[in-house]
């Protein structure tokens, strides 16, 4: 009976290391997922340039995507889109699509890199977090150094991440509102540390995006898990969204618009808009009800198992450009 018994706890013990080191592998070679997709996928007309700057006594690199009707004639908006832990710009730039959002509507798109593959997004336990890089300045420093090189129309800055890219999309609305006219966070709620220290100077439009199935960054709030293991604590989406609706003063009902299913992958979209707040802003959020740690629109690019469902039922990069346009760089005085 107790030689059944050892048996049967070296096979449960067989199950998890192998559960685990299968998870492991499919996490970590994501970007081989996103490759592939580079191969299949025709490129985006425009223009692909690595470019790099010296920030906070760090070489700090990004990719950038001229659209082909830029001509340095007149000045163009400017997004920044922040990847993932773990992921690139490069990867982020596969997983999201946005150059060819930006080839259609004529803006230039930035896809930084992040000290070893992660932001200092607020939680203190990322790699840059623990290096104290300075990453707010890197952002201000590379929208100094594209505008010197571009016409960039400064009252037309925006920024976007995903996950850890999105967590520290909420910091730079806090933090360089001077500089950046909206925010869009997706599967990346707010830090409590971002949250309680948050004063921007003015009202920031913010648009969100999250599944409430999400296995990493919890759609209630709680402990992030990467691997099996806990990687900070952050807000609810509804805790982040309340945050934001006192930091922009909205009204406190929102306009709720129930999309239209697209196709049928077990997942839906309810999309939350508080407005007009202050200074003509607006707080949006799109509920994935189903959704898992994904890009809506974008490719499955880990198993379901890992990081839950990549709805189709939403385009993410047309929303958030949708979105975008609506705002500029608030008149100053």
């Known amino acids: 009976m107790r030689g059944m018994r050892k048996k049967l706890i070296a096979i449960v013990l067989a199950v998890v290391v192998v559960g685990a080191a299968v998870a492991t592998i499919a996490y970590l070679y994501a970007p081989s997922t996103l490759a592939w997709i580079a191969l299949t996928r025709s490129p985006a007309p425009g223009r692909d340039l690595v470019g790099s700057i010296?920030?906070?006594g760090l070489h700090r690199t990004y990719l950038l995507h001229l659209p082909p009707s830029y001509d340095d004639s007149h000045p163009v908006p400017l997004l920044l889109v922040f990847h993932g832990g773990y992921m690139t710009g490069?990867?982020?730039a596969l997983l999201t699509g946005f150059s060819y959002t930006a080839d259609t509507y004529g803006f230039i798109v930035a896809y930084p890199d992040g000290?070893?593959?992660?932001?200092?997004?607020g939680r203190n336990v990322t790699s840059a977090s623990k290096a104290g890089v300075d990453?707010?300045?890197?952002v201000s420093n590379l929208i100094d150094s594209l505008?010197?090189?571009y016409r960039i129309d400064l009252t037309?800055?925006?920024?976007?991440g995903f996950s850890d890219g999105g967590m520290f999309t909420h910091r730079l609305a806090c933090q360089l509102a001077n500089k950046i006219a909206a925010v869009a966070a997706v599967s990346g709620t707010l830090p409590p540390e971002t949250a309680n220290t948050c004063n921007p100077g003015r009202a920031v439009p913010i648009l969100m995006i999250h599944g409430t199935s999400d296995p990493l960054v919890p759609f209630n709030g709680g402990n992030v898990s990467v691997l099996f293991a806990k990687a900070g604590y952050v807000l609810s989406l509804n805790d982040t969204v309340n945050r934001w609706m006192q930091i922009d003063s909205c009204p406190t009902t929102p306009a709720v618009t129930a999309l239209p299913?697209?196709?049928?992958d077990g997942t839906t979209v309810v999309r939350e808009s508080y407005g007009p707040c202050m200074q003509g802003t607006s707080v949006v959020a799109y509920?994935?009800?189903?959704?898992?740690?994904?890009w809506p629109g974008g490719p499955q690019y880990d198993p379901v198992f890992i990081v839950g469902k990549a709805s189709q039922n939403l385009d993410a990069s047309q929303v958030i450009w949708t979105f975008f346009e609506e705002y500029s760089m608030p008149q100053s005085g």
Request: glycine residues 14%; charged residues 20%; aromatic residues 10%.
């Open 54 to 56: 010296e920030s906070g």
């Open 90 to 92: 490069k990867s982020m």
């Open 115 to 121: 000290y070893d593959n992660h932001w200092n997004d």
């Open 135 to 138: 990453d707010v300045g890197f």
């Open 147 to 149: 505008s010197n090189q």
């Open 156 to 160: 037309r800055v925006y920024a976007t």
């Open 261 to 264: 299913e697209v196709v049928n």
């Open 287 to 294: 509920i994935i009800t189903g959704g898992g740690h994904a």
